[in-house]
């Protein structure tokens, strides 16, 4: 009976440690880094390879989204909260200010091929938040840092015909496709701020919002990187209010819902 109950207690300690550690076999996970994935950016993502419902954690999905470059043409994520937001939340109070729930965020976020069905329920903080992360978790910012430092020498210029001019020859440099998402982008901020009445957003309050999700710019002097967020937020300004110009490239690339 002693060896009976002995043999019994190592096959529950064996089940225990086991449930704990998991045999590698069960615990590797394949993600985008360990099996290449075949196709663009959007037939990942509208596939939903990349993804396992109800659970945003179990596949690296969200290097799916980081690691989105221009080559993979306009990701959907982006056209369908753009397109939601000029039809329902352009008088939508504080948008691009209001945190959304961050559970509900990155469920979105992570199950994009998913959730993307039913965005069209969500509230206006949520969808706007979602747009936000979309930028802010870009591996490579929208706005390559060399290009934004070109950017911010030109708006030192005091002859806005001069500047605006040096603005739109540096943006020249930016991808045609990124190109065609911020003019978009700028074009919708900018029909915001004129809702100012309703929103109570000004075009300051959204470059505050939207230039860290735009470009990096970073120093180790503290000061210096005081003033360049600084003229990162009076850049955005400007491209919001000039940025069908600035970001203007012969035919703009259609928009249509997913």
């Not at 993804?51 to 056209?79: C, H, M, R, Y």
Request: hydrophobic fraction near 40%; aromatic fraction near 6%.
């Amino acid at each position: 009976l002693r060896n009976s109950i002995i043999q019994q207690q190592e096959i529950q300690l064996n089940h225990s440690s086991d449930s704990k550690m998991g045999s590698p076999k069960e615990n590797k996970i394949e993600t985008p880094r360990t099996k290449k994935s075949k196709g663009t950016f959007l037939q990942r993502i509208l596939s939903g390879n990349n993804v396992t419902k109800g659970n945003p954690q179990s596949v690296n999905a969200k290097s799916s989204l980081t690691n989105w470059s221009p080559e993979d043409k306009i990701p959907s994520i982006f056209i369908d909260c753009i397109l939601l937001i000029e039809r329902k939340f352009l008088k939508l109070g504080g948008i691009f200010r209001v945190n959304a729930a961050e559970k509900e965020l990155k469920a979105i976020y992570f199950n994009w091929s998913e959730e993307k069905a039913e965005m069209d329920t969500k509230d206006g903080y949520t969808v706007a938040c979602v747009l936000k992360k979309f930028f802010l978790e870009l591996e490579e910012p929208i706005i390559p840092t060399k290009i934004a430092m070109s950017l911010l020498n030109a708006i030192d210029q005091t002859n806005i015909e001069i500047r605006n001019k040096q603005l739109k020859d540096a943006a020249d440099s930016i991808h045609p496709i990124s190109s065609a998402i911020l003019r978009k982008l700028f074009s919708t901020l900018r029909l915001i701020s004129q809702n100012l009445e309703f929103n109570q957003m000004t075009i300051d309050n959204l470059s505050i919002c939207w230039s860290p999700c735009l470009y990096r710019l970073e120093s180790l002097d503290a000061i210096q990187q005081l003033k360049l967020a600084s003229k990162g937020i009076t850049l955005c300004n400007i491209m919001i209010e000039f940025g069908d110009l600035i970001f203007l490239r012969g035919t703009d690339i259609p928009l249509t819902p997913t």
